[in-house]
């Protein structure tokens, strides 16, 4: 299992806030959501995770009830203001 990276991207000229939530298998870049606090980053690594289990359900990799993207995870605050989401 993968823990998964977030962190904010400010506005530029061309874009607007967004949050990019990364791990080995993939990535994806979200519109900042402005939703509460910490929240705005556990809302990317759900659409990511989502990403991944609907890409497992296409290819039949891993039956649905055994996923492990399935599982409940736990974030935390690193030092640089990004955050670390856990898989338990």
């Not at 705005?40 to 649905?64: G, I, Y």
């Amino acid at each position: 299992m993968q823990s998964i990276h977030s962190k904010y991207l400010p506005a530029t000229n061309n874009r607007c806030s967004r949050i990019k939530a990364t791990c080995e298998r993939g990535s994806i870049t979200v519109s900042f959501p402005h939703l509460s606090g910490d929240e705005n980053h556990r809302e990317a690594v759900r659409r990511l995770v989502w990403r991944f289990l609907e890409e497992d359900k296409t290819q039949n990799a891993t039956p649905p009830a055994s996923n492990p993207w399935g599982r409940e995870f736990v974030s935390g605050s690193l030092p640089d203001g990004s955050m670390a989401h856990i898989f338990i």
